[in-house]
């Protein structure tokens, strides 16, 4: 909320980088995370990525020439707000100019282009909401940048049920269930009841409102975010106990007030810190904040302390009236009272030959569940249903199934639970036995093979490495070789033409080998042998980070650094200042650094003849 102020005037270098993990579509890295999550500032970046959009998008301008990374997710409501934040203010440290992202349902050989957007005002950041989206499906997010721009960059994504209209009015306004976010789209009046507000509060009258209610299930703190679609709106809300009950309005008692906004009339540096997103937060300490910017407002106020039983009421007004909404999103430990979906599938051992039993185990508390919806997925018999108590469920192939059932109360509650499993092949079910060669126990420096060796496989068969980060040839062989350097259990996936998979996994213990051999004579006459002085260990060595010679009077006559081991071309020749030493015994000092991180100190005494 603005205050308006009497003024009185008184006198007074080049990187190389390797090519990235997630490239193109099948190696999309999947995001768990997608209720209010946004990763750390610059955690990705297309570094090495290159160019992989299946075909012509009308807001990517050069899809044949933009490096692009992708990203994959399973929807868990019907709504998604994406955001990737580059070289901007939002992500401090972040380098991608002109971020572009396409989201696509579908698979990776049958994309289809739900959004698109292109960063064309080389704002370093961009904004997409879409929807709707189907629970239980799995979606796919490509990211590039304009003009072949590399960089890192930030990502957000929040996947949340949509509420299309706010009421205007407590009474009638809608009960939140839980802590998902609350995307509104519009708010223009303050509905039938423009009474709601008391005028000596902080925010004095209803413009543009929206309430919400909720009964707190679980005691603890329960902090708030809003954020407007317009960024320059000035939001005001209010938080209010409500002690006669949820469905009692006329007794509710102002717990927290925040109404700070513009000094109409001052320059913009003296209250743009109570500009954008406002809410309560952990930090703050004050529990109401008037109109203007003054006396340390900055829009935020403390958190509440729900207490379990309890019921309260969110106000939120647009002071602004630009008819805009917001995105409403909670935090804290405390929960809110409401329906819940759940089921279970039997049998539990999950054969895709088997017809399945989804069980549901929904709970609704506070009003009765008057609308199911289960989703098995499309290659399931029947896909979908709206009854309770759904018919047997029977897929056509085997593999990984995502199956999700989303229940709507009598007061608007909505709830969506996934269930993400595998389809097992139980019928001469596909087979893989992992081993090494030459053992499971190897010395560190020495390459081992793994051999996965299939059995009933049906067609051609996929294999998939854990972890990938030794492998540097081939990443879907049946066979790989690579040089370990840590204990480390390896895993292998094998999934066939039919769609049956199949896992082993397998131990490695590396024997670390102390062994280093130095020569104690060596004579730089120039004939090609024995010229250099170096340090030979065994091949477990990464590299001589330090090579010092001392004379016998303790004088340092020669310094290497990262020396490669075992190379005899690398080393002391035998000089001083560009001068040929005298023959006598020296004293040298050598670190060797080995691919697991250990450093060995080898010391010694070598003789120099002529």
């Not at 050989?109 to 709707?132: K, M, R, W, Y």
């Not at 999950?350 to 997925?377: H, K, M, R």
């Not at 010395?443 to 540097?472: R, S």
């Amino acid at each position: 909320m603005r205050s308006i102020f009497l003024l009185i005037f008184l006198i007074s270098p080049l990187f190389i980088f390797a090519q990235s993990v997630n490239d193109d579509c099948v190696n999309a890295l999947e995001l768990t995370n997608v209720s209010n999550y946004c990763s750390e500032f610059g955690a990705f970046n297309n570094f090495g990525a290159t160019p992989s959009l299946p075909i012509d998008y009308v807001c990517i301008p050069n899809e044949d020439s933009a490096k692009d990374v992708w990203f994959k997710f399973t929807a868990i409501a019907n709504y998604v707000h994406l955001q990737v934040n580059g070289k901007s203010s939002l992500n401090p440290g972040g380098t991608l100019i002109s971020p572009q992202l396409v989201l696509f349902s579908g698979s990776c050989n049958a994309l289809v282009e739900i959004n698109c957007q292109s960063d064309g005002f080389q704002t370093n950041h961009l904004e997409l909401f879409a929807g709707p989206l189907i629970p239980g499906n799995t979606y796919y997010l490509n990211i590039s940048a304009r003009d072949a721009h590399v960089g890192t960059f930030q990502l957000c994504v929040n996947n949340y049920d949509q509420n299309l209209v706010p009421d205007g009015d407590c009474p009638t306004s809608r009960v939140l269930c839980d802590k998902s976010s609350v995307f509104i789209e519009a708010v223009f009046d303050p509905g039938a009841m423009n009474n709601e507000v008391d005028p000596s509060t902080c925010i004095q009258e209803e413009i543009a409102s929206s309430w919400f209610r909720w009964t707190c299930s679980k005691s603890g703190t329960l902090t708030l975010k809003l954020t407007p679609n317009k960024p320059e709106d000035d939001l005001d809300f209010a938080v209010y106990e409500l002690p006669n009950g949820i469905d009692d309005c006329s007794g509710k008692r102002i717990i927290r007030c925040c109404a700070s906004g513009e000094n109409v009339g001052e320059p913009f540096e003296l209250w743009k810190q109570c500009t954008g997103p406002t809410g309560m937060n952990l930090t703050s300490s004050d529990t109401q904040e008037d109109p203007g910017c003054n006396n340390g407002n900055d829009s935020w106020v403390k958190y509440i302390d729900m207490v379990e039983g309890k019921s309260y009421a969110l106000f939120v007004n647009n002071f602004s009236q630009s008819g805009q909404g917001y995105t409403m999103e909670f935090g804290g430990t405390g929960e809110f009272l409401g329906a819940r979906a759940n089921f279970e599938v039997m049998p539990e051992e999950t054969c895709y030959e088997d017809s399945l039993t989804f069980i549901n185990t929904s709970t609704a508390p506070t009003d009765p569940i008057v609308n199911y919806q289960w989703s098995f997925g499309s290659t399931a018999q029947p896909s979908t249903s709206l009854d309770p108590n759904p018919p047997k469920v029977k897929f056509d192939k085997p593999g990984y199934k995502s199956v999700s059932l989303t229940v709507t109360s009598e007061e608007g509650c909505v709830d969506t639970y996934t269930k993400n499993f595998i389809a097992k092949c139980c019928e001469n079910p596909l087979e893989v036995d992992l081993s090494a060669v030459p053992s499971e126990s190897v010395l560190l420096g020495d390459p081992i093979t793994l051999n996965a060796t299939i059995y009933n496989a049906v067609g051609p068969t996929v294999f998939e490495w854990i972890p990938a980060d030794y492998l540097k040839s081939c990443f879907n062989c049946n066979t790989v070789t690579f040089v370990p350097v840590k204990d480390e259990t390896f895993y292998v996936q094998v999934e066939d033409e039919k769609g049956c998979i199949a896992n082993d996994s397998l131990s490695i213990r590396i024997v670390d080998v102390t062994d280093v051999v130095a020569p104690n004579v060596f004579s730089p006459n120039y004939d090609g042998i024995n010229d250099n002085f170096n340090i030979f260990p065994n091949r477990g060595a990464k590299t001589i980070k330090l090579l010092r010679i001392y004379n016998r009077w303790g004088a340092c006559v020669y310094e290497g650094r990262g020396l490669t081991p075992s190379d005899d071309t690398q080393g002391w020749d035998g000089t001083f200042k560009g001068k040929e030493c005298n023959p006598d015994v020296y004293v040298y000092y050598s670190e060797i650094e080995f691919l697991n991180g250990r450093i060995q100190v080898v010391k010694g005494s070598i003789t120099l003849v002529r």
